[in-house]
C-alpha cells in the first residue's frame, strides 16, 4: 500500500491542506467504536491473506486488482452509510448557504434521496481505477452531462459535442 494508495493518499486534500487538519488512513478506513472496529480488522485479515500470497506486491498486479479493491471499499462504505466519512462530514452540519451552487444543490440532493458520500465522492483520496473512469465517462455521455462539467479546462464545450444537443 505503501507504493500505491498511500502515495496517491499523499497528493490529496486529505493529506495537505490549507486548514492543516489531516485525514489519516484509520480515520477513513477504520471504525472508531469497538464492535465495528473488530468487524473491521476481521474483513482486513483478506487484505493480509493478499499481501502474505503476493497477489497485490507489484504495481502491475495491484493495478490489475484495483477495480475489485475499490468497489470493495465502495460497497463497505455504503453499507455504513459512509460512517467514517461522517466522522468528520456530516450532512447536519453543512452550510449549504456557503457552498458553491453546485454543491449545495448536490448535498441537498443526497440528503433527500438518502445517498451517501461515497456515492458522489470515489476518488476523492485516491485515483480512481481505469475501468470505473471507462465507465462513467460512456455513463455521462449517455445522460449527456457536459464535458466541462468533468474537464474544467475546456473553455467552452466542442462543437458537436452531445452537451450541445437541444
Not at 480515520?27 to 493480509?48: I, N, T, Y
Not at 491473506?49 to 497477489?55: E, I, Q, T, V
Request: hydrophobic share 30%; net charge positive.
Amino acid at each position: 500500500m505503501r507504493d500505491n494508495v498511500y502515495a496517491e493518499y499523499r497528493q490529496t486534500i486529505h493529506f495537505s491542506n490549507r486548514t492543516g487538519v489531516r485525514a489519516t488512513c484509520p480515520d477513513c478506513h477504520v471504525p472508531r467504536d469497538w464492535v465495528h472496529k473488530v468487524l473491521r480488522k476481521v474483513r482486513a485479515s483478506q487484505e493480509l491473506y493478499h499481501a502474505l500470497r503476493g497477489s497485490i506486491d507489484t504495481r502491475e498486479k495491484f493495478l490489475a486488482t484495483r477495480m475489485a479493491l475499490a468497489e470493495d471499499v465502495w460497497r463497505g462504505m455504503r453499507e455504513t452509510d459512509s460512517r467514517e466519512c461522517r466522522n468528520c462530514h456530516a450532512f447536519q452540519f453543512m452550510d449549504t448557504a456557503v457552498q458553491r451552487e453546485r454543491a449545495s444543490l448536490r448535498h441537498r440532493e443526497a440528503q433527500q434521496h438518502g445517498r451517501t458520500c461515497i456515492d458522489c465522492h470515489q476518488g476523492i483520496a485516491h485515483k480512481l481505477p481505469e475501468e470505473f473512469l471507462t465507465r462513467e465517462h460512456q455513463r455521462y455521455q449517455r445522460e449527456k452531462v457536459p464535458c466541462v462539467d468533468c474537464h474544467k479546462d475546456l473553455p467552452q464545450a466542442p462543437a458537436g459535442d452531445w452537451a450541445d444537443d437541444p
